[in-house]
């Protein structure tokens, strides 16, 4: 599957992004999606996942209560609503994907090339 994100840029801290992720090649409905990020100097790390039918979500602890995944199967599309964003929450976002989970980086086959997300003070 490719995956091509988009909706990054330059942000005031406290104000909101929405990122998507457009998927093709396979059956989108098929795949858990998720995001990652990547700050400078900082491994890649895990922020959000949805599962396939979009009933069950995750996040990692920084992120619960300002930012939310959802998916549209019909459209083949991911989405990432960051809002209340942080100087901190500055960093490369991936999406990516999996047949069966999206936890981990090295449990992702599939990525996208990722979108710049920079929030200033």
């Known amino acids: 599957v490719q995956l091509q994100a988009s909706g990054g840029g330059l942000v005031q801290a406290g104000g909101s992004l929405r990122l998507s992720c457009a998927a093709s090649?396979?059956?989108?409905?098929?795949?858990?999606m998720g995001w990652f990020r990547q700050a400078p100097g900082k491994e890649r790390e895990f922020v959000a996942r949805?599962?396939?039918?979009?009933?069950?979500?995750g996040y990692t602890d920084s992120v619960k209560g300002r930012f939310t995944i959802s998916r549209d199967n019909a459209k083949n599309t991911v989405y990432l609503q960051m809002n209340s964003l942080k100087p901190e929450d500055t960093a490369v976002y991936y999406c990516?994907?999996?047949?069966?989970?999206?936890?981990?980086?090295?449990?992702?086959?599939?990525w996208g090339q990722g979108t710049l997300v920079t929030v200033s003070q």
């Open positions: 990516a994907a999996d047949q069966w989970t999206v936890r981990t980086v090295e449990g992702v086959d599939y």
């Open positions: 090649g396979h059956t989108f409905s098929r795949y858990h």
């Open positions: 949805i599962d396939r039918s979009g009933g069950n979500t």
